[in-house]
């Protein structure tokens, strides 16, 4: 089971694992992820669904974004699959939540989506997604992981009658276009209620691509596209949620009413208000979670939130009457914690926000639906609604390291890290994690000034290069 310990630090021993880290498999394709290994990763991913599903040969639903490598890693993974008598159907490029909605609506065992989220092209992935729509927990993966290390070569194949069927089904894809546009007209009752509204997009040549342009030119919107036109290498290249520059000069130069943008697999999305400003996943959360309380809609009163959320959102949901819950960093931590409050809306700064009434995972396109719905309910410009608290001044450092764990035991960086907690007290945070897609450490501080935050964090960070760089 996963543990959790109290306090403003997090310290729990990590659990080492070769291949699955916070979001599944990620690698290099053709170095880590090769046809040759993602092949065997179906096998066992095969083996444990053959496992838990033994009165029938288990359906799998399968989906990619559009990275270069994408298809060849399907094409292993289905081989990988059937070739143990799965079933896989494939959806094709769709974004990552599709997966999620799709699984539980079609009732297939397992979802499996090829991405490597908001990374560059040159890497991949490979998540898994339950047949109840959300991320298997760490406990399967590592079962999984298990069989990867233990099976023998060969795998112990089923009789020719018992190969798995592959098809591909381009109605999964238009499923989920009709679900969002449903989620849209039901929120406001209307056909067309973005009429009149003018919203640049940056699909980070993606998922999203062949989504969110669609969804919003169908509810009327005016739209500007910009990265929507992958072509295998340019996938998350300067645009999308992690080069948000783009949409904010887009938004001025086309002087939209706001904008939107995704990462490569549009699980995220982040938020540009008409004066260039950028609006961050707590911005969104807080506003969303505040309008629902004042309606009474809010029950619980509760917002689940990671431990990188910012002390200025804390307070100012305190301060409505709002409980904040923390979890580790990771949507999959997020949803879990949801799932055992019944809170309504969770998610992670970096624009991962689950709507647990309309999904189970962190859905770009849903949030993006969800904020026009707040921008429509205000009528007022997105500046004066997208900011609901002041941010406490935070800075987040990443140090590549050679033992991403080894800070827990090291005696100089455990020394500095108590001596800057005591300083801070309640007027601040330090947060110091491994990083679970890379070999580095995060070291994240958030005060009431720059001058505390600068303070705090240089010591600590000069100490991990110093001893673990």
């Known amino acids: 089971m996963l543990t959790r310990r109290r306090g403003r630090r997090r310290t729990e021993e990590t659990v080492m694992r070769r291949y ?99 990374n560059p092209a040159r890497d991949n992935g490979v998540k898994l997604i339950g047949g109840d729509g959300y991320k298997f927990p760490d406990e399967y993966e590592a079962q999984i992981e298990a069989r990867l290390a233990e099976a023998p070569e060969p795998f112990p194949y089923p009789p020719p009658d018992k190969i798995g069927l592959w098809q591909f089904d381009e109605r999964e894809s238009e499923q989920y276009l009709l679900y969002l546009l449903h989620t849209m007209r039901e929120l406001t009752g209307e056909r067309e209620p973005l009429r009149g509204i003018h919203i640049a997009v940056d699909c980070a040549n993606g998922a999203a691509s062949q989504y969110a342009p669609v969804v919003l030119h169908e509810l009327g919107a005016k739209v500007s596209l910009y990265g929507g036109e992958p072509d295998g290498d340019n996938i998350n290249l300067g645009c999308g949620s992690t080069h948000l520059e783009t949409l904010q000069n887009a938004v001025l130069e086309t002087d939209a009413d706001l904008g939107v943008a995704f990462d490569g697999d549009a699980d995220r999305a982040l938020f540009v208000d008409e004066k260039g400003d950028p609006v961050d996943g707590d911005a969104i959360m807080t506003l969303w979670a505040i309008t629902r309380h004042r309606q009474n809609t809010l029950n619980p009163p509760l917002v689940v939130a990671t431990e990188m959320s910012n002390l200025g959102m804390q307070r100012r949901l305190e301060a409505e009457g709002i409980q904040l819950q923390r979890t580790k960093v990771g949507d999959r931590y997020v949803a879990e914690a949801m799932r055992a409050t019944g809170a309504l809306i969770g998610g992670e700064q970096s624009g991962h926000i689950i709507f647990s009434e309309r999904a189970t995972t962190g859905d770009g396109l849903i949030t993006m639906l969800e904020t026009l719905g707040l921008y429509l309910h205000y009528q007022k410009p997105f500046s004066e609604i997208a900011h609901p608290f002041t941010p406490y001044p935070q800075k987040l450092i990443t140090i590549p390291v050679r033992d991403k764990h080894a800070w827990q035991t090291h005696a100089e960086i455990q020394s500095l890290i108590r001596e800057a907690e005591r300083k801070l007290e309640t007027r601040g945070r330090l947060n110091i994690r491994a990083s679970g897609t890379e070999n580095a450490i995060r070291v994240m501080v958030e005060a009431e000034t720059l001058e505390m935050v600068e303070a705090t964090i240089t010591p600590v960070v000069e100490a991990v290069r110093r001893a673990l760089g």
């Open 20 to 118: 699955f880290g916070t979001d599944g498999v990620r690698g290099v394709a053709n170095e880590l992820l090769t046809p040759d290994f993602t092949m065997r990763l179906g096998r066992a991913i095969a083996q444990q669904l053959l496992e838990t599903t033994p009165h029938h040969p288990p359906r799998v639903l399968i989906g990619r974004d559009t990275r270069r490598s994408g298809a060849m890693l399907e094409t292993a993974l289905i081989s990988g699959l059937c070739s143990m008598g799965v079933h896989a159907v494939s959806a094709g490029v769709v974004p990552t939540p599709a997966i999620a909605y799709l699984v539980r609506e079609g009732h297939y065992d397992l979802g499996i989506v090829i991405s490597a989220s908001h």
